[in-house]
């Protein structure tokens, strides 16, 4: 038998026998001597989440890179509610192979090249699976495939971003609702009752359209939406449309399903958080830009001169939870915040040096000690005193606690006053022979509620400014230099289009 027919025999056994006993071990960090191992396994006696658990909190947005395991490790240590694991497609996951680390307890889910996703069961009852998907068979494969390792799935529909919405994923499905609700329908269907529900838009274009598509949402089974206030062709730089959710609020609470609303855009911190909510009547803030500068922006005093209090303890993290240097590094060097205690140069000099190391080795000096088990073992014990899912400073901040009675009273007096169904004057269906024109989603459509970016740059910006035909108007259409017909100049043929 020739030696290659049986070395492929034994690695096709190899791995078989990994799949089957899913304990497979991926390697581990290097670690030094002073470094401890956790003597015993973290405590997970959470029950299910429930849309109260999402209430009354803030949390950690889904951030493609920048939400990486130590971060939101770090996230939770420093006071995030729940946290959102990055975006990950649902064909990704599907091929992905799971492996456990025996030592960190670290699981991943492995691709040809890299780790897909990586979590831990630390972070399980805290933990939200975004996922981006387009099928609605594909999309309960894929969350079935992740399920044990977290506690709720999210659905994406608010990236605007090409890598998500080019095949119909993302935002797109913000002009697809039939298929966006047929794949929450499908999910909740389809997975068990302890798995709870989820997922993420952005406010449409016109307000109304914006309600009639949350109200479809809200009757999938969901029992949480966070709501992104910015339509799908705004950015970051823009100023959130934060004054919109307030009427969205209300509109969901007068449907008595319970669903938690969680709002998302410019919210900065835990201070700030009180205002997005007093606001808006929110339950919930997220936080991802400025938690991708500082994680530990959900504290009450988040960390500053992070390049000194932040930087080691990151990194010493990640190394003993096998994060790979590439994504550590990545996620480094998004941090910034407020220097205090040091001047800006020695900062600068800490951040060129994370820059520019090609591996954890090249960190040595800095860290000094690679006592990652150490910091790690901090973490458990922070989150060990939590009350149920809640961070201390959450249940003894008394003007928390005041927006949390509120948010109970309003609940309430929605419970008492539901909103009606349709106004007086609208017709009942039965009389019309169609279903009454309020009740109607946004039409299904391919292409952006805001179509005058897609004509860029060839094409006219309004539908008012296309050029009428020549054989209408008797004229040629106008060109952004004219070229002047025989006798005249430039400057007259431009006296003549004014």
């Not at 095949?167 to 269907?189: E, K, Q, V």
């Amino acid at each position: 038998m020739p030696p290659s027919f049986t070395f492929k025999v034994a690695t096709r056994l190899s791995n078989l026998f990994a799949k089957m006993s899913r304990r497979s071990r991926s390697p581990s960090p290097i670690i030094g001597p002073s470094s401890s191992r956790l003597l015993k396994r973290p405590r997970l006696d959470f029950t299910p989440l429930t849309p109260e658990d999402y209430k009354d909190g803030v949390m950690l947005a889904p951030m493609v890179r920048s939400g990486a395991l130590p971060t939101r490790l770090f996230a939770l240590k420093h006071g995030a509610t729940l946290v959102w694991g990055p975006e990950v497609v649902d064909k990704a996951i599907l091929h992905a192979e799971r492996a456990v680390d025996p030592v960190t307890g670290v699981v991943s889910y492995n691709g040809k090249t890299r780790a897909i996703f990586m979590t831990h069961p630390l972070e399980k009852p805290y933990l939200i699976y975004q996922m981006g998907s387009a099928d609605p068979e594909l999309a309960v494969q894929a969350a079935r495939t992740v399920m044990q390792d977290v506690s709720g799935i999210d659905l994406n529909c608010g990236c605007p971003k090409p890598f998500s919405t080019h095949s119909g994923m993302g935002a797109a499905l913000l002009t697809n609702p039939d298929l966006l609700c047929a794949i929450l329908s499908a999910l909740r269907a389809a997975l068990p009752p302890e798995i709870s529900l989820s997922c993420k838009i952005r406010l449409l274009p016109s307000q109304e359209d914006t309600l009639k598509l949350v109200e479809r949402i809200v009757n999938t089974g969901i029992n949480a939406l966070t709501v992104h206030c910015r339509t799908r062709n705004m950015r970051a730089r823009e100023k959130a449309l934060v004054q919109r959710l307030g009427e969205v609020v209300k509109f969901v609470q007068g449907l008595g399903k319970g669903v938690a609303i969680i709002e998302n855009g410019d919210c900065v911190g835990w201070e700030d958080a009180k205002r997005i909510r007093k606001m808006t009547g929110a339950h919930s803030a997220m936080i991802a830009t400025a938690a991708e500068a500082n994680p530990t922006c959900f504290a009450p005093e988040p960390l500053v001169d992070l390049e000194k209090t932040f930087y080691p303890p990151y990194i010493r993290v990640a190394r003993y939870l096998d994060n790979h240097w590439a994504l550590t590094k990545f996620c480094t060097t998004q941090f910034k915040g407020l220097h205090v205690h040091s001047n800006k140069a020695e900062m600068k000099t800490i951040k060129e040096k994370v820059i520019h190391a090609k591996g954890y080795d090249d960190m040595t000096d800095f860290i000094s000690q690679w006592n990652g088990g150490e910091e790690f073992a901090e973490i458990v014990k922070v989150l060990e005193a939590r009350v149920g899912r809640r961070p201390k400073h959450q249940l003894e901040d008394p003007d928390w606690l005041a927006l949390n009675e509120k948010r109970k009273e309003s609940e309430a007096d929605a419970k008492a006053n539901p909103r009606p169904q349709l106004p007086l004057a609208i017709l009942s269906s039965d009389s019309l022979g169609t279903e009454p024109e309020l009740l109607k989603t946004p039409p299904t459509a391919s292409i952006s509620p805001n179509p005058a970016l897609l004509r860029a740059p060839l094409a006219p910006a309004n539908d008012m400014r296309i050029p009428i035909p020549a054989c209408v108007s008797g004229k040629d259409a106008d060109t952004p230099t004219p070229t002047p017909p025989l006798g005249k100049t430039t400057s007259e043929i431009s006296t003549l289009h004014l």
